[in-house]
């Protein structure tokens, strides 16, 4: 089935560094999502993305988040400054609509460890 | 409270027997999904679901709208099947947007 990508998929960091975590969606699709799971916890909706514009965020997307996807080219959420609290894996998604019968594809996560 | 609550929390069968998982919403539904989440995190998407019956091998989801349920049948479990599985169900104004249950962890022994 249609393929999201997620690169890369571990990342450790130092707390206050910058990170960019980088995912590659389904190559006709037109909505793209990150969503945050902290380990043993529940997934959680972050933020998403269409047009170029971010449509709806949750009270998890910080003012340190950001997303973009410049030139069609990776989706791509930033963390700037990273934190301990951040350290969780994050799903990229994307799917062809938003409205009846959406069915959103995942990729496989990035693991993100600030230290 | 929780929109989406997922039964049992966890479930320890013997391979070759058959597990039964619950996932009920408290609001309409519009979309449903099911997914495995393997021990190390990553997701495997299982069904697309709505409304109705859907068939994948020895996996079976039942979504049954009026009743404001999903199941997720699993026939003749091996040890392989064990992980955690989630339910997703989509917003009415926004799709793609996913609360997800807390999931079943599933352990098949040997």
């Known amino acids: 089935g249609p393929k999201v990508l997620q690169i890369p998929s571990h990342q450790i960091i130092d707390m206050g560094q910058m990170v960019t975590l980088n995912c590659d969606p389904v190559s006709n699709h037109l909505y793209f999502y990150w969503y945050k799971q902290i380990l043993g916890q529940q997934m959680e909706f972050l933020v998403n993305?269409?047009?170029?514009?971010?449509?709806?965020k949750s009270k998890l997307f910080k003012d340190q988040f950001s997303v973009e996807r410049p030139d069609g080219s990776y989706f791509t959420l930033k963390i700037q400054p990273t934190a301990l609290e951040d350290s969780a894996v994050y799903f990229c998604a994307s799917s062809l609509g938003a409205g009846a019968n959406t069915e959103v594809f995942f990729g496989k996560g990035t693991r993100l460890t600030v230290v | 409270g929780q929109q989406v609550q997922q039964s049992p929390a966890s479930l320890v069968l013997q391979e070759g027997e058959n597990a039964e998982l619950q996932c009920n919403f408290s609001?309409?539904?519009?979309?449903m999904q099911w997914f495995y989440q393997r021990p190390g995190g990553s997701l495997v998407s299982l069904f697309y679901?709505?409304?109705g019956t859907k068939h994948s091998g020895r996996l079976t989801s039942t979504t049954v709208i009026k009743e404001r349920r999903s199941s997720l049948h699993i026939s003749s479990s091996q040890t392989t099947d064990s992980g955690t599985y989630l339910c997703?169900?989509?917003?009415?104004?926004?799709?793609?947007?996913?609360?997800f249950g807390q999931g079943t962890k599933l352990s098949i022994k040997p």
């Open positions: 993305f269409y047009n170029g514009k971010v449509m709806e």
């Open positions: 609001t309409s539904l519009n979309s």
């Open positions: 997703a169900l989509g917003m009415n104004y926004n799709q793609g947007k996913l609360i």
């Open positions: 679901n709505p409304s």
